[in-house]
């Protein structure tokens, strides 16, 4: 995808979120599984709205990802996206255990998100310090945006803070969009034809 040079950074970041919307929506629809499927369309919906109000609607003075609107691109984006992604996968099969297994799910995830070999390594990783190191995850997750998204490996204390706080809410939400009408074992159920 090939942007307008000329167009404002507001316009440009809102035509990026679109096109990413658009392009992991349509992977999630086809996934065969409709638990799968019904999860990873919610996330990029929820992805989407995310990326709107931090990147275009919070104009708070230590706003990480705003603060870097000059960097994005549609690299960024697609990374936002993606680490959104790994980051709801992970917390969901860590907290529904009996009903998820992360070797199940990420099959999925890596699909939909296209993940190159180094992108699933890093969700590997991400994943089993989740599992092991649970203290440490959400340090380690807010450390790895900043890496993985701007590339920058120093974080201000605020910027430290204001990601912690975008994963806490982004999670929150999209559980909360995600079985605000139909149940998590609902969802469940009717994946597996019961």
Same mark, same amino acid.
Not at 36 to 51: G, L, N
């Given at each position: 995808?090939?942007?307008e040079l000329?167009?404002?950074?507001?316009?440009r970041c809102k035509?990026?979120?679109e096109?990413?919307?658009?392009?992991?929506?349509?992977r999630a629809?086809e996934l065969?599984?409709?638990?799968y499927?019904a999860?990873y369309v919610q996330? %990029?919906?929820?992805?989407a709205?995310d990326a709107?109000e931090?990147?275009l609607?919070?104009p708070?003075? =230590?706003n990480?990802f705003?603060s870097?609107l000059?960097r994005?691109?549609?690299?960024?984006?697609?990374r936002?996206?993606k680490?959104? %992604?790994i980051? =709801?996968?992970?917390r969901v099969?860590r907290?529904r255990k009996?009903?998820?297994t992360?070797?199940n799910?990420k099959e999925?995830?890596?699909w939909?998100?296209?993940?190159?070999?180094?992108e699933?390594?890093m969700a590997e990783?991400l994943?089993?310090?989740?599992?092991?190191?649970?203290?440490?995850f959400?340090?380690?997750?807010?450390k790895?945006?900043?890496?993985?998204i701007?590339?920058?490996k120093v974080?201000?204390?605020?910027?430290? %803070?204001f990601?912690?706080?975008?994963?806490?809410?982004s999670y929150s939400?999209?559980?909360?969009?995600?079985?605000?009408?139909?149940?998590?074992?609902?969802?469940m159920?009717?994946a597996?034809?019961q």
């Amino acid at each position: 995808m090939m942007l307008e040079l000329n167009l404002k950074k507001d316009e440009r970041c809102k035509v990026l979120i679109e096109y990413c919307k658009t392009y992991f929506l349509e992977r999630a629809y086809e996934l065969d599984n409709e638990f799968y499927s019904a999860f990873y369309v919610q996330c %990029a919906e929820s992805t989407a709205a995310d990326a709107y109000e931090t990147f275009l609607e919070t104009p708070m003075e =230590h706003n990480y990802f705003r603060s870097n609107l000059n960097r994005l691109d549609e690299t960024v984006m697609v990374r936002f996206f993606k680490l959104v %992604a790994i980051y =709801h996968t992970i917390r969901v099969v860590r907290r529904r255990k009996k009903d998820l297994t992360w070797d199940n799910v990420k099959e999925a995830m890596f699909w939909v998100y296209d993940l190159d070999e180094s992108e699933k390594e890093m969700a590997e990783i991400l994943q089993r310090c989740a599992f092991i190191y649970q203290a440490g995850f959400q340090d380690l997750f807010i450390k790895t945006t900043a890496r993985y998204i701007f590339g920058d490996k120093v974080l201000t204390a605020f910027s430290f %803070a204001f990601i912690g706080n975008f994963w806490y809410n982004s999670y929150s939400s999209f559980m909360g969009s995600f079985t605000g009408y139909v149940p998590f074992h609902v969802r469940m159920e009717r994946a597996m034809g019961q």
